[in-house]
């Protein structure tokens, strides 16, 4: 069983950066992807940057893509993820999620293990 933790997140204004953090319990976390999910009130959850499960392929959704930085390091089982430029759009709960399968996903269905989240609220 894969226990993830978020921390990082809290209130920024619009134009600043956040740089989320994802730790890993149990499992074998090296052989998963992992990624970030974001859920604006009243909005689904959407899949927000994603990254394989050695570190080497990356992927940001169009919204966030040149403000967003993915990144992981298997030895201290963690992720990270920084967003640039905020803006009050990134708003939302942000969950960290671990797949069994190795490659990027984008789909919450192919995620097997989820964080609680992390409120991320961008002031303008």
């Known amino acids: 069983q894969v226990q993830l933790v978020e921390s990082g997140g809290g209130l920024v204004q619009a134009g600043g950066s956040l740089r989320l953090s994802c730790a890993a319990s149990?499992?074998?976390?090296?052989?998963?992807?992992m990624g970030w999910f974001r859920q604006a009130p009243g909005k689904e959850r959407e899949f927000v940057a994603g990254i394989n499960s050695h570190g080497g392929t990356t992927y940001c959704v169009d919204s966030v893509k040149g403000r967003c930085t993915i990144a992981r390091d298997n030895a201290k089982k963690t992720m990270h993820l920084q967003i640039d430029s905020l803006k009050p759009e990134d708003t939302g709960v942000y969950y960290c999620a671990a797949s069994k399968i190795r490659t990027v996903v984008a789909g919450w269905y192919d995620y097997d293990w989820w964080g609680q989240g992390t409120q991320v609220t961008v002031s303008s």
């Open positions: 149990g499992g074998t976390i090296s052989t998963y992807a």
